[in-house]
């Protein structure tokens, strides 16, 4: 089985956007932030965006553009 970090990785590498909700449904991740520390740890370039829902809270999205590593 994959481990939550290479699912997301796998994601983030094909063009997705991953956030919390996205994160907690497909991946069972509830640290998603812990989980893109990892990878920023192994020298991915991970893009943290900040994202308002229709009610004004805030929450991060996460992608990667460009080249990685």
Do not use: H, W
């Amino acid at each position: 089985m994959k481990s939550q970090n290479e699912k997301i990785l796998k994601d983030l590498l094909k063009g997705k956007k991953i956030n919390p909700m996205i994160a907690l449904s497909k991946y069972g991740c509830f640290r998603l932030a812990s989980r893109i520390n990892n990878l920023r740890s192994d020298g991915y370039k991970i893009v943290t965006r900040m994202i308002s829902n229709p009610d004004g809270k805030q929450f991060a999205e996460y992608y990667i553009e460009g080249k990685t590593k």
